[in-house]
């Protein structure tokens, strides 16, 4: 089934049952105005028990009459609203699934039921530039809706909508219109609406009638325990932010979606012993495998980024063009074919599971600590050095363990009876250690600890770390291009070129790792003393 993918950006006004729609031709970058169409439009809106899409500020709905008729799913977006569309398909059935995967994450698999029901005689006009094109359609809407929900009621009202033409927002034309029409339409009689959408006049105070989502029994406030279940929402409410990002491929998203799971694996691990159990185990290991999947088209992104760039320096003028063909077509269709995968997995039933386990277990933390739940019953300063001192507890195994793999890849640096992989992994090593302190630093700063400086030099050792693996990484697929090529019979020289950049890259992205780490012994010895922990 195909669907379609649209931003729209328009303006809303409420307006009395007389009022007279003036001269749209008026308009700023309008140069004519067609003749009004009358169209019928009834479309019934859908949503989950407890309402999480209306509650989210998004929209779905069955809409027959006009040109779009369909399914319609809206969103928000940065500078409008993101509409998807997809066939009516047969009477009663239910929602296409591909037009319900941006919200995937938000309703899982819950029923969809009718909520409201918008009927609509719309007279519209399209309005163009001196060109013939359009660049907006003026729609006055006189609307009857009635609420589906316990106490609806039947609603009527007039508004009219100023919608831009595809490809117009975002541009000077499109400020310069909307600016103007606003003006207009004011001053011909009509107010700004206050309601975002048909769905949220229509629904009008039956909302209060639907109870509202069980609710986090959060831990007291000021006890360990709560301070990481804060810091588990936070990454689990990111995640969930990032799902539809992802899915229409944002710059970004994977490495944002990919950094929410593992601060959260990372939480987990780090902070066991305050929360805990079989449940609290098996998300853990969820969410390793979400992050493998992210992890696979993050390094097809980056390396694909790292290639292109590679391609603009002066050192590779020699490269052949085959070479140069096919690192920027090659790398395009893994990073596409990585990003397919990764939509798969955020449609399996295996992620929509581990979505609602990430909620139980906010919603029931399971505190195994008895130091915690003794300090859950304390008041006062009490229970703050008692939190602080658990979370410090958790900062010291971090740090140690970090100092732990510092030592062993320092060692394994100077000796080169080591293969270069085994030298490089423990590098790599000490670089997730540094982020699980910098999110256990995170965490504990949330509680009050002060963290800040110890956060920023770790973030600067992950910083040098990242550049260096990211060489790593690269020249792991060159290698994999370059015996391909050789089996071909083509010409390696270019890959051979490549390579030995990205190692000495490698190099250079570590020069300073003796002076960052140092930086890391001093800040956090001076939290100890600052917070008094020593």
Not at 316 to 322: N, Q, R, S
């Amino acid at each position: 089934m195909s669907t379609t993918e649209n931003l729209e950006v328009e303006a809303k006004f409420t307006v009395d049952p007389d009022t007279a729609v003036p001269a749209l031709i008026s308009l700023a970058e309008v140069a004519t105005v067609d003749p009004v169409e009358t169209i019928n439009l009834s479309a019934v809106y859908y949503d989950t028990e407890d309402l999480r899409l209306t509650r989210n500020k998004l929209t779905l709905r069955r809409r027959t009459g006009g040109a779009d008729a369909g399914w319609h799913l809206k969103t928000p977006a940065e500078h409008g609203r993101i509409e998807y569309g997809a066939p009516l398909g047969e009477e009663g059935a239910a929602a296409p699934a591909e037009i319900l995967g941006p919200v995937r994450a938000l309703i899982r698999d819950l029923p969809l039921k009718p909520i409201a029901q918008v009927d609509n005689r719309r007279e519209q006009q399209i309005l163009r530039d001196a060109t013939g094109a359009p660049v907006a359609e003026f729609c006055d809407d006189h609307v009857t809706a009635m609420s589906l929900l316990p106490g609806g009621e039947v609603t009527e009202w007039r508004e009219w909508e100023l919608e831009l033409a595809q490809g117009l927002p975002g541009t000077p034309r499109a400020a310069v219109l909307m600016r103007h029409a606003h003006s207009m339409l004011l001053a011909a009689g009509a107010d700004d609406s206050d309601s975002p959408s048909k769905l949220r006049t229509a629904l009008g105070d039956s909302v209060d009638n639907v109870p509202l989502p069980d609710t986090p029994e959060r831990p007291a406030k000021g006890t360990a325990a709560r301070t990481v279940v804060d810091a588990l929402t936070a990454n689990r409410d990111r995640l969930l932010q990032m799902d539809p990002a992802v899915r229409r491929d944002e710059e970004d998203s994977i490495h944002q979606m990919r950094v929410a799971t593992r601060e959260l694996r990372s939480h987990l691990q780090t902070f066991e012993g305050i929360l805990g159990g079989d449940e609290y185990e098996r998300v853990e290991k969820e969410l390793k495998a979400l992050a493998s999947i992210l992890g696979i088209a993050r390094d097809a992104e980056v390396v694909a980024a790292r290639f292109l760039a590679l391609l603009d320096r002066d050192e590779t003028y020699v490269l052949p063009d085959a070479t140069r063909a096919d690192l920027t077509d090659t790398m395009t269709i893994e990073y596409k074919r990585a990003h397919r995968n990764v939509v798969l997995a955020l449609d399996s039933e295996r992620y929509l599971a581990l979505l609602d386990s990430l909620d139980n277990l906010l919603l029931e933390p399971p505190v195994v600590s008895p130091r915690v739940e003794a300090e859950e019953n304390e008041e006062g300063d009490v229970g703050k050095r008692g939190t602080s001192e658990i979370l410090s507890e958790h900062l010291a195994t971090a740090y140690r363990d970090l100092r732990k793999k510092h030592r062993k890849a320092v060692k394994g640096r100077e000796d080169t009876s080591l293969p270069l992989v085994d030298r490089e992994n423990r590098f790599h090593s000490v670089r997730k250690a540094a982020k699980k302190l910098r999110y256990s630093a995170e965490a504990a700063q949330s509680a009050g600890l002060n963290t800040k400086k110890l956060i920023k030099a770790c973030k600067k050792l992950q910083s040098a770390l990242g550049d260096f693996q990211d060489t790593v990484t690269a020249r792991e697929v060159l290698q994999r291009k370059a015996a391909f090529a050789h089996q071909k019979g083509h010409d390696t020289f270019g890959y051979g070129v490549l390579f030995q950049i990205e190692y000495l890259d490698g190099h250079t992205a570590l020069q300073d790792y003796d002076e960052l780490f140092a930086s890391i012994e001093s800040e956090y010895a001076t939290m100890i003393r600052k917070n008094d922990l020593g």
